[in-house]
């Protein structure tokens, strides 16, 4: 007959995660969650010196003239990478389906960013008085450079119609629409083309890498896009033989 257990050893154990321990967690939780405010504020609060002592410096009106001369730029430079990704994006003889898929995010990407740019352009000109609401509205009316602000104007309501139709793409999905969302899309061509004579011809004189630059991309898109063309006729071509004999 074996003796008595005591109490002491009839009690189970206590698995992990008994009350104790969960109040010791718990405990420590509140003392984290009481101290990242604190960071927070004191992460605000030096963020707003920072900003102070750089207005003091003179920091905030060298952006601003940056943003006079820069903001323009980017925008260019993001709406030039936007066609010469679009173009990559539909070549079928160098790149599979993955590199395709991939070229296409960078193209809607870069277009966002190059729209956000344009975006921060006019309103930095409007805002220094360079140009006008109206000139920025209507092209071809401003009363000092006619020709150049008016072909910004233009390149800018054409990229906006090339990004919509992008956007809503789905909507053209249709027989019959394709042809429509083609034209429409290609419009992205003209705008380029007449943002690259706003920019080095109403801005601030370009230098001569610059120029270079768009040179070599104006031609690069230029070839892509008339390999592009002839590629579509041969196999247009292809495709209608093939119906033929069949």
């Known amino acids: 007959m074996q003796p008595p257990r005591s109490r002491r050893a009839q009690r189970p154990q206590r698995p992990p995660g008994t ?6 967690q718990l405990s420590r939780g509140r003392h984290a969650g009481g101290a990242r405010p604190n960071v927070l504020r004191g992460l605000a609060l030096a963020a707003l010196l920072a900003l102070l ?8 009106r ?18 030039s990478a936007t066609v010469l990704w679009g173009l990559a994006a539909t070549d079928r003889m160098l790149l599979d389906s993955g590199h395709r898929l991939l070229a296409q995010a960078v193209h809607r990407g870069t277009a966002v960013a190059g729209l956000g740019f344009l975006a921060l352009h006019i309103w930095v000109k409007v805002a220094e008085g360079r140009a006008s609401a109206a000139a920025v509205l209507v092209p071809f009316t401003d009363a000092g450079r006619p020709l150049l602000i008016g ?3 233009l390149a800018g309501y054409l990229f906006l119609v090339a990004a919509v139709t992008g956007a809503v793409r789905s909507a053209f999905a249709v027989r019959g629409r394709s042809r429509w969302w083609r034209a429409l899309h290609m419009c992205a061509y003209l705008a380029w083309c007449a ?22 991309a104006l031609a690069g898109t230029g070839v892509a896009l008339a390999t592009r063309l002839v590629t579509s006729r041969r196999a247009g071509t292809a495709a209608s033989a093939r119906g033929r004999e069949t």
């Open 19 to 24: 009350p104790r321990v969960q109040r010791a």
């Open 62 to 79: 060298r952006f601003w003239e940056f943003l006079d001369f820069g903001a323009g730029v980017l925008a260019l430079v993001s709406l």
């Open 53 to 60: 002592v750089a207005a003091n410096a003179g920091a905030l």
């Open 151 to 153: 072909l910004g104007t």
């Open 195 to 216: 943002a690259l004579v706003h920019g080095l011809r109403s801005g601030r004189p370009a230098a001569d890498w610059a120029v270079a630059g768009y040179a070599l």
